[in-house]
């Protein structure tokens, strides 16, 4: 099991930037499929992102496509979340999570069960 733990959440106007990294303490990271997922108060968690173990591929969902980057670096054990152009309506707790099994489709990613999370980062977006 990996144990997940995130970072780099904060305020920020609309339009603006900021990058969540996500590390990972236990080893085999390399072999995890990593995403992020979001939850903000009164809704249900949602799907942000996820990124394949060797980093090929990547599925977004509609809302931050164009957006938000996901990234991974397999030797330092983290996965990044770099997100621009925020809206106040991206304004959540974002949680990194990791999956061995992914068959790289939408709806597995999306609705598939998950290893480990971490314990989430707040994210603020201001009007």
């Known amino acids: 099991q990996v144990q997940l733990q995130e970072s780099g959440g904060g305020l920020v106007q609309a339009g603006g930037s900021l990058k969540l990294s996500c590390s990972a303490s236990l080893r085999p990271f390399s072999i995890y499929n990593m995403a992020w997922f979001r939850q903000a108060p009164g809704k249900e968690r949602e799907f942000v992102a996820i990124i394949s173990w060797s980093g090929r591929t990547t599925y977004y969902t509609d809302s931050v496509k164009g957006r938000f980057t996901i990234s991974r670096d397999n030797a330092k054990k983290q996965v990044s979340l770099q997100m621009s152009s925020l809206k106040p309506e991206d304004t959540a707790r974002y949680y990194c999570?990791?999956?061995?099994?992914?068959?790289?489709?939408?709806?597995?990613?999306?609705?598939?069960?998950?290893?480990?999370w971490g314990q989430g980062t707040q994210v603020t977006v201001s009007s």
């Open positions: 999570a990791g999956t061995r099994y992914w068959d790289t489709t939408p709806d597995q990613a999306i609705t598939g069960s998950y290893d480990s």
